[in-house]
């Protein structure tokens, strides 16, 4: 079974300032990797996703995330944050293959602030 | 627009009743999902669906019931056995492709008077 830890319930940061959101991941066999974020009371947007190839993966609103294997981290990334990027952030990881569901982490709470 | 409706918005269930969550989607995806958000907690999977007539239990399928008549709609009642049914309710389908690409609805609040 694969699990996820998202270690940081939330994380307070200044507006222009970068921002790191943590994500840790176990599993026995290859995984999809995903990145989605929450506005409140709406449904999850995909933010980003690693599925093969390069392990640095771009998505929208200048985020990007970058797959380690060996430290089975996908950590995602924003160098310069909005006030418009306050949000709840999700990852979530699944097996290869097809319909395979989603496990997602707990979430972290991004509160950007001026 | 291709998109996943969920309806209604807010719901309120009465001790001991039933209600039924809509989901529909017009993006021609044959897996849909139902997920019970509750804060702190993460998305937990309640059923799932893989193709017309044929569903799943997910983790935490105690109280819910779903059905899968045609391949847009994936209904989900609360039953009266689920006892704590307040909570954030999201449906979603996978895009084909086998690369597990969710798409999501809006949601539905579920609270109990």
């Known amino acids: 079974a694969q699990s996820v830890t998202q270690l940081d319930s939330q994380v307070p940061v200044f507006e222009e300032a970068p921002v790191e959101l943590r994500c840790n991941y176990s599993?026995?066999?290859?995984?999809?990797l995903f990145w989605y974020v929450q506005y409140p009371n709406q449904g999850l947007q995909l933010l980003l996703k690693?599925?093969?190839?390069?392990?640095l993966v771009k998505g929208i609103n200048g985020f990007e995330a970058e797959f380690n294997k060996s430290q089975t981290s996908f950590h995602l990334r924003k160098p310069s944050v909005h006030i418009s990027d306050t949000a709840e952030y999700f990852c979530?990881?699944?097996?290869?293959?097809?319909?395979?569901?989603?496990?997602f982490g707990t979430g972290t709470r991004l509160q950007v602030t001026l | 627009d291709g998109g996943i409706t969920q309806s209604p918005k807010y719901l309120f269930r009465k001790e001991g009743q039933n209600v039924t969550l809509s989901c529909e989607q017009n993006l021609n995806h044959d897996a849909m999902y139902w997920y019970r958000q509750d804060p702190g907690q993460g998305l937990r999977l309640i059923y799932y669906?893989?193709?017309?007539?044929?569903?799943q239990k997910g983790d935490i399928a105690e109280g819910y019931s779903v059905s899968r008549e045609k391949k847009e709609s994936f209904p989900l009642t609360v039953t009266s056995a689920q006892k704590n049914p307040t909570a954030f309710y999201l449906c979603a389908s996978i895009q084909p492709g086998g690369k597990n690409i969710q798409y999501f609805g809006a949601g539905t609040r579920l609270s109990v008077l």
């Open positions: 690693y599925l093969s190839g390069s392990t």
């Open positions: 979530a990881v699944s097996v290869t293959g097809t319909a395979s569901k989603l496990t």
């Open positions: 669906s893989q193709i017309v007539n044929d569903f």
């Open positions: 599993s026995s066999v290859s995984v999809y």
